[in-house]
């Protein structure tokens, strides 16, 4: 699959929507005045969809040229380019994490780093045994969205290999369409289970499964949304509406978009988004995200999701007032990726092409 700056970009806006929401735990007021603005870039979780999007979109795009090139998927290849791109920042940031635990600068229960060295924060509250301290669940709580990654990870290029295009197509869109119905069984049928919705698996693979069907139609969207490109200015109404209405309808509309299909609609709006921006590059908003600011943020957007938790949030021990958790966040992330993350990267095995 070839290279997409572009999403780079996507990348740089979702790990600093997530950045500005923690950031304003440690505001007296949140953001307000002059700062009013920053609420619209502040939506951790509409960051973290974006997360969910791409990463579906790009994993299934490179099981898709795999196998198209040699006829089928090496799991242990998949896991081995897993494993070198993921665990080495993530471990570091846990160890750090368990540093601050053994010399009494933190508060962490052993289930809590557990849960999330195993991948399996997002269930761990729902079980009852993550919810102290206080202060690990700050420090840890952001483990919940890569545990659900992992996940999706674990089951889906065996799946993909075990089906044909045609039913991995099927069963895509019957996930995207049942998965938002079983949350609202979910959040009647188990009100004590309303907090852990947007976390577990069963209730929030939607997110992921858009951008997996993103890449499984990509011909035909792309095709339709190029020749709807013609008529109106389709990039920027998509950006528009990820960045202005969507936050403004998962505020006024709270659990009511969360739990339904809400989240699901805004997960097709930013894989519209994608497709448009990595095959129409002329575009303006294209060009924007490709620029090198954007591609550097969209670079160390893992190492900064890891460590602006530690910085930005408050309740943290490390927490900094707004703004200066910021850059320090940032300084962490770019010594993480260039020393940790890049050597671990140039290991990666090389992905087989037709002979």
């Known amino acids: 699959m070839k290279y997409i700056p572009e999403l780079d970009g996507l990348r740089a806006i979702a790990v600093f929507m997530v950045v500005f929401g ?5 505001l007296a007021g949140g953001y307000s005045g002059w700062l009013a603005p920053l609420f619209f870039v502040s939506d951790g979780n509409l960051g973290v969809l974006i997360f969910f999007v791409l990463s579906g979109f790009l994993i299934t795009s490179l099981l898709i040229n795999e196998r198209e090139n040699t006829g089928t998927v090496s799991i242990s290849a998949f896991f081995v380019r897993r494993t070198l791109r993921i665990f080495p920042a993530f471990y570091t940031y846990i160890g750090f994490v368990a540093l601050l635990v053994a010399t009494g600068y933190a508060a962490a229960s052993l289930p809590q780093i557990l849960g999330a060295s195993l991948h399996v924060w997002n269930y761990i509250g729902v079980l009852g045994i993550g919810h102290t301290p206080v202060q690990g669940t700050v420090i840890l709580g952001h483990f919940w969205s890569l545990s659900l990654e992992e996940q999706f990870y674990w089951l889906w290029p065996a799946v993909f290999l075990a089906l ?3 039913g991995s197509r099927t069963l ?5 369409l049942l998965v938002p119905a079983l949350r609202i069984l979910v959040y009647f049928l188990y ?5 852990y919705l947007g976390m577990m698996f069963h ?7 858009v951008g997996v069907g993103a890449a499984l139609f990509r011909a035909q969207l792309t095709d339709i949304l190029m020749r709807a490109g013609r008529r109106i200015p389709i990039g920027a109404l998509l950006l528009g509406y990820i960045l202005l209405l969507s936050p403004l309808l ?5 659990g009511m978009w969360f739990a339904t299909y809400g989240k699901t609609i805004d997960a097709v709006m930013i894989a519209a988004l994608i497709l448009v921006v990595g095959s129409q590059p002329d575009l303006r908003i294209a060009a ?11 670079k160390i957007s893992f190492s900064l999701y890891l460590w602006q938790q530690m910085f930005c949030l408050a309740g943290s021990p490390l927490a900094l007032p707004f703004p ?3 850059p320090v966040a940032i300084a962490f992330a770019a010594a993480s990726y260039y020393l940790i993350e890049r050597p671990f990267l140039a290991l990666k095995p090389r992905r087989p092409v037709a002979a």
């Open 172 to 176: 895509i869109l019957l996930l995207i």
């Open 22 to 26: 923690h950031s304003a735990s440690t």
């Open 203 to 209: 209730t929030s693979i939607d997110g992921i499964a």
């Open 288 to 298: 924007l995200l490709r620029t090198p600011a954007f591609r550097f943020f969209g």
């Open 191 to 195: 009100p004590d289970q309303r907090p």
């Open 324 to 326: 200066l958790g910021i």
């Open 250 to 254: 998962r505020f006024h509309l709270a």
């Open 164 to 166: 044909t295009l045609a």
